[in-house]
């Protein structure tokens, strides 16, 4: 799992579901977001330098993933949630890039303005310019109980199925 | 402690403490569970193919344990405070288990029927038969400061005492 | 990253920032501290047996660090916010220190005394005689958007820059 972990790849995902519980929820989120059987491990949330940003691969059963999600969970029927992460990649490469997350009872598009106002603070404050940024959002009105998910995994070679 | 880890056995266990501060409360709770002197890494919450389901062995002081778990804290005195794991297994070995976690006010009986529930929703959902199902909980009424804690930890051989 | 980690060193550090949003203010208030440009995993909370306590060296970018922290946000103007972190090492150098983690809007002088209490009633619940005991806190003044942090981090050789 944590074999000899060397991070060399990140992807974005997102979800949505509903289930019987909240957990239940979170649960199916991950299953439709194709990160419902890892382990993940939150962090906060840096991209390594020299990390390729790749589509979500196929990961192992079980495996042990430092992520950056953005969660939110609702048993109001009606309710809008939406989970957005995103990426900013500094113009110098041997800089490391920062993932920022939102979550609320807000629109997609709130989500996804957040996300992007962060990441221009946080190289702002870095003093470094931004050579790639990306933003990933979801939205679901909650029927019953309702989750909205988005993450950034880091992977290793190992953690492929 | 993140030597080279591969998971090779998941134990559950569970604990509940009084203490100074829900904090202490936590720490002893932790310690009555026998994983009070480990770094637990919280994970959501999965037991890879090929793990054996064992007795809490000794872990090494300060060992980096990945682990799903569920705590709930309180200072009301009189109140109930329960928590709980579970996990299933699949009936095809090369597919990964499900834990699932509950905290609340609440007793423990109803802590052990929300776990059975959201596993069996959890295997629903996969389209999987369950093999195994077995669920861990504690129930702790609050004298001042208490604590009830259940966990699963994930192991390697380096982790041992 | 887990490049066949193992914890050697361990070091304390404090932050605090203002931000456009809450989590660029914790994004700040890391970068404050000098663990802003690595990946933090959330770790409940022991120092090995054996393991140096040092100065913050610095920290490869991206890195993924063990790390126990307290964090305190808030967007109340005049609000005062404490963080602080301590550690405790025992007699016998053979059992692991305890670390405990306070935040609130609390003064810095009240963060401190509640670190102190509750390493003290963590070693007694142990039976361990007290060797060592360090406490580091931080106080923060909300202009806008605040943020007060204050951290232990668990390096390994290969964490170093």
Do not use: W
């Amino acid at each position: 799992m944590f074999v000899s972990k060397t991070v060399t790849m990140a992807a974005a995902t997102v979800g949505r579901a509903e289930g019987g519980t909240p957990l239940n929820a979170f649960d199916n989120a991950l299953l439709a977001a194709g990160i419902g059987n890892v382990n993940l491990i939150k962090v906060s949330s840096i991209i390594p330098p020299d990390v390729a940003i790749v589509d979500l691969p196929k990961i192992r059963p079980g495996a042990l993933i430092p992520t950056a999600y953005a969660t939110v969970t609702s048993d109001v029927p009606g309710q809008t949630l939406s989970a957005a992460v995103g990426y900013a990649l500094p113009d110098d490469p041997l800089k490391p890039g920062v993932i920022m997350e939102f979550h609320d009872t807000a629109t997609q598009r709130d989500a996804e303005r957040a996300i992007r106002a962060m990441l221009h603070e946080a190289f702002a404050v870095r003093g470094e310019g931004i050579r790639e940024l990306k933003v990933f959002a979801v939205e679901h009105t909650v029927e019953r109980v309702g989750c909205a998910l988005a993450a950034v995994v880091l992977l290793g070679e190992q953690d492929l199925a």
